[in-house]
């Protein structure tokens, strides 16, 4: 399968799955709510550097590991 054709199908799946309801979402909700577009942005940028992080961690330590 041709990766830029699977791209789009990716992205939504992506959206859907980060839009699930959970403490995350209902912090970016209240940001959000409270404090507009402006306010939920830097949020959802934070919460994503920290998972991205932890994601790369935890993947270095399983390489390391696997040696």
Same mark, same amino acid.
């Given at each position: 399968m041709d990766l830029v054709a699977s791209l789009p199908a990716f992205v939504v799946a992506v959206v859907l799955i980060s839009a699930s309801p959970g403490p995350a979402m209902a912090l970016i909700l209240r940001r959000a709510? =409270?404090?507009g577009? #402006? $306010?939920a942005v830097p949020t959802v940028l934070g919460l994503e550097a920290v998972s991205g992080t932890v994601l790369i961690v935890l $993947? =270095? #330590?399983m390489a390391a590991a696997t040696r």
């Open positions: 709510a =409270l404090h577009f #402006r $306010g $993947g =270095l #330590r």
